[in-house]
């Protein structure tokens, strides 16, 4: 029983993150139609930055914040460079099959991720770093049991909370959310009814690139963090998106929170190593069941 | 005419295979030790990329999950030449089929698949089938792997050949595989099956409306990919060791590297970016040495090149160094 409502702790608070990381990745997948391999390779960069003002004495709250801009900042400038001129490119021979036009921008973010994890070699020569956030370590107590759950968990499920609800009121509510789902249902439409797509796409990335920092810097504190430490996450996310729709923010959401306690209840009552075999076992299910998520679109391939 | 079409493709991969054969091995006779065992490391690489080839560059299917398939023809062959003291030359052969089989399960689910989602796929089959050889550990030995070697030259080869150096000798292993493998892949690009693979890749609906049967294909071209794969990986685990660490993620990436790199598209591609894979990161060292840079730099500098080449490559010649027309003769 102890160990059913441990789990039950863990994996809301894992599967709050979860669900960040694979908002993320929905993100620029209704924006751009790319899966952004990288993310977490963006994440764990803006990560970095934020231990490093931490080590150099400034406060938390400021690398915070510093954090989620620099991820903000990071993502639109990886759209700019790399992704955009990739998708403006001629239809050459070779990128006129579809297969291909869907596999390029696959490869170039996994380029990006390889980029991303030697330069944080070359600058913090891959050092393993935490930090601690601002909270007690000690979970709350509750009937005279200490359960798996501190101030810094009640910290984390409320700001990916209000995260997940500014999201969705930006999109339902502004003009710059309706634009973003224009452009998501048909760009040639959205741009014909004078929405500025690229600037929609850029848009996207900057969100995601903010929402994947969070992630991360919710993450490191029970963690370490190394350049590669993220890619579980990102694998943990993607599944979590493929699980709720890769198409759908509210999807994505659910998703996390399935993979969360799928992987927490894993941890307590198997070994930590059959995670990777119970994610794939997770994804492939899915895939074979219900290829579109559970509240995926009907088709999201264009013929 | 339809009778000398085939004659001309079998004439054409064998001059292929012979003409690679005997420059390689002339290059190699010239090299010293350290450069033979980087050339036997290029020829089982180039085995790996030609996996990707097929599979990517041929008929348009992502797959970031090679180097599990590689491990599953790594291990196979460890265990026959541990357990059942099998020879190599038997064991590694078999590996053929353990990747293909292996292939043949990962393909009957990714054929329903495509894009991102065939992606993110086999790159969680990439990082969850290392981990089983730690939940399986009186088999496999954990993280500390099984090791093999490729030994020493048999006594009628010395005797014929003169001894060869370890290093010359891990190249004569790998040598006949990667002249197979060559002769195999330039066979099935020209023929029929290359074709059939191509106009999946181009599209997959009007493939379908010519009477190809699309997820068989698919499923065809995932084992015959697999089952190179395999042969790689039986050949990358015969350096020392084989174990979860001989092939991370990071193995299934580099192929992919090098593959795009190369040229997707191309046998030729494949050499090319198994060449630039290998001796890349020698070439870097030389080339900054005298700049005097930490270790912290020079350690991740490979990687980094590698990337921005990878990025560069896709942003301006998607095709890249070897192109990727010559094969569309056929079309």
Do not use: C
């Not at chain 2, 599209?203 to 049967?213: D, F, N, R, Y």
């Amino acid at each position: 029983m102890d160990t059913l409502i441990a789990a039950l702790f863990t994996g809301t608070s894992r599967g709050a993150i979860y669900a960040l990381v694979a908002m993320g990745l929905v993100l620029v997948w209704r924006g751009a139609g790319i899966v952004n391999f990288a993310q977490m390779g963006q994440a764990m960069f803006s990560t970095y930055i934020a231990s490093t003002l931490i080590m150099n004495g400034y406060s938390y709250w400021l690398a915070f914040f510093v954090a989620i801009a620099a991820g903000a900042l990071l993502g639109v400038f990886l759209d700019l460079v790399v992704m955009r001129p990739l998708s403006n490119k001629k239809q050459t021979e070779l990128l006129s099959s579809q297969s291909m036009r869907s596999a390029v921008p696959v490869i170039a973010s996994l380029g990006i991720l390889g980029v991303l994890q030697a330069l944080a070699g070359v600058i913090w020569a891959a050092e393993e770093r935490g930090f601690q956030a601002p909270f007690a370590q000690e979970g709350y107590t509750i009937a005279g049991r200490v359960m798996p759950f501190t101030s810094f968990d009640l910290f984390v499920v409320t700001v990916v909370a209000i995260t997940l609800i500014l999201t969705v009121i930006f999109f339902k509510k502004t003009g710059v959310g309706l634009a973003m789902r224009a452009s998501a249902l048909d760009q040639e439409v959205a741009k014909l009814s004078g929405i500025r797509t690229n600037g929609v796409r850029a848009l996207s990335w900057a969100i995601s690139g903010a929402a994947s920092s969070l992630a991360g810097l919710l993450l490191t504190p029970t963690s370490n963090l190394s350049p590669y430490t993220l890619d579980l996450a990102l694998i943990i996310g993607f599944t979590a998106a493929v699980v709720g729709g890769l198409d759908s923010l509210p999807g994505s959401v659910i998703g996390g929170f399935i993979l969360g306690f799928v992987i927490s209840f894993v941890n307590y009552y198997m070994t930590p190593e059959d995670i990777y075999l119970a994610i794939l076992a997770v994804l492939i299910f899915v895939l074979v069941v219900r290829p579109r998520g559970i509240l995926g679109g009907k088709d999201t391939r264009r013929v | 005419m339809s009778s000398s079409r085939p004659k001309s493709i079998v004439r054409k991969s064998s001059i292929r295979t012979a003409l690679f054969g005997l420059l390689i091995f002339l290059a190699a006779r010239s090299f010293e030790p350290y450069n033979q065992g980087q050339l036997a490391v290029t020829l089982i690489l180039f085995i790996g990329i030609l996996s990707i080839v097929i599979l990517t560059g041929i008929s348009g299917q992502i797959s970031l999950g090679q180097g599990a398939l590689m491990a599953v023809g790594g291990y196979s062959t460890a265990l026959m030449i541990i357990n059942l003291e099998m020879s190599l030359w038997i064991a590694v052969p078999l590996a053929i089929v353990s990747g293909g089989l292996a292939g043949l399960i990962l393909g009957t689910v990714a054929a329903r698949l495509s894009g991102p989602y065939l992606a993110g796929t086999t790159l969680v089959v990439a990082l969850a089938i290392p981990s089983i050889a730690n939940r399986f550990g009186s088999v496999f030995k954990g993280d500390e792997g099984l090791q093999v070697d490729v030994g020493y030259p048999p006594e009628w080869f010395v005797n014929t050949f003169g001894d060869p150096s370890y290093e010359m000798w891990q190249f004569y292993v790998a040598l006949p595989f990667a002249l197979i493998s060559l002769f195999f892949a330039s066979n099935l690009l020209l023929s029929r099956s290359g074709r059939v693979w191509r106009s999946i890749r181009d599209h997959e609906i009007a493939s379908a409306l010519t009477g190809v049967k699309v997820s068989r294909q698919k499923v065809f071209v995932f084992t015959i990919s697999a089952a190179f794969a395999g042969l790689a990986g039986a050949l990358y685990g015969l350096r020392g060791s084989v174990g979860p660490s001989t092939y991370p993620t990071s193995l299934s990436l580099m192929l992919l590297t090098g593959a795009i790199l190369g040229g997707i598209r191309s046998i030729a591609g494949a050499f090319i970016g198994s060449v630039l894979v290998v001796f890349l990161p020698d070439w870097i060292d030389y080339a900054v040495h005298s700049f005097e840079l930490s270790e912290q730099v020079s350690n991740y500098l490979p990687a980094l090149v590698g990337g921005i080449l990878l990025i560069l490559t896709v942003v301006i010649n998607p095709a890249g160094v070897a192109g990727g027309n010559h094969l569309h003769k056929h079309k």
